[in-house]
């Protein structure tokens, strides 16, 4: 069962760790047998940064938190909190938070009692546990939940406590391995909320392992991509959704249109048009350049499909529209911002402009799809290599 909860009050100053902790992978490497789970990671947090660990299934995401965490012994690098190597040191040393997927709470407990747990294996002060322990209830919203059992809660409150109980100790790190997975949609949007707004008040350095891409971009700082036990790419989502440095990045990260092109001398032709090519450069001859026709915006800040516009031709491409483009003193009322003020379709569906010349398409970088130009919002169409 699960329920949404009401927004949480204003965090209690107490609760706060004394600063966030710099956190260092250098040429990690984890076996299990003859597989290897991670292939010499190296990643560097700031202090107070909020790193997401995104991939698909047996990429190794997993296995690098629990190795940060100390729940796995890695056989090669080293792992630095604070420029201090932490690879030996036992798991209830590293002064770390854990949220586990499964919630993981004692179901013999109450939730308060749960809270609690971590300091009074700290041999905290009875008054002392019970004042944090309601402090923390009260960052994610729990007060009136205190004397409820795990059984008692839903899906969206357990995970809340097992929140609560990994920030009442003041860890410097915050580790959070797929959270919100077991949530139903809505609840998982809420609490997903809430883990950033919390984040973001306590300063803690957090490490966010999840496969939801849209989870990712949506409250990461930074994204560190994850295929076969290597980081393919870390960049903002801004960075990993419009200049995507592998194709596994650019087909994992969004939607992209991939088309088969030709590259010479730093160009490349593509269904018989000639575009820059951006990046590194490539050997001449064929190659499959990567068209990113997507918006300006990330997906997590509220993304906009692209639209798709004919190089030459004075007929509204909008799906189902079709009418004739002509001249106007004014924007259509309904025309989105940017769009060509000298120009508008007869139906008013305000979904497309006039197309522009060919030499102003090649030199914004757009791309003739079957239909039509593909382009951004803004008019910076990339093709990539």
Known sequence: MTSSIPVAPTIAPTIAPDSGATVELVGVVKNFGAHRALNEIDLRIAPGEFVALLGPSGCGKTTALRALSGLE?????RILIDGVDVASVPTNKRDMGMVFQSYSLFPHMTAIENVEFGLRMRKVATAERRTRALEALEMVGLTTFAERFAHQLSGGQQQRVALARALVTRPRVLLLDEPL?????????????????IQTELGITTVFVTHDQEEALAIADRVA???DGVIEQIGTPEE????????????FVGLSNR???EHSKGTVTVQGARLELLGDPLPTGLSPPTCAPRTSRSRHAGSRRPWCRRASSDRCVAPRCGSRMTPSSRSSTRSKPGRNPGSSCTSDCGEFPSAPSSAASASRGDLDCPRGTWTTEDGRGTARG
């Open 259 to 261: 088309l088969a092109g």
């Open 240 to 251: 990993l959704y419009t200049a995507p440095r592998t194709p596994f990045v650019a087909n």
């Open 73 to 77: 012994l890695i056989d090669g690098g």
């Open 225 to 227: 991509v994850m295929r």
């Open 181 to 197: 997975s077991a949530l139903d949609a809505k609840v998982r949007v809420q609490l997903r909320d809430e883990i950033r707004r």
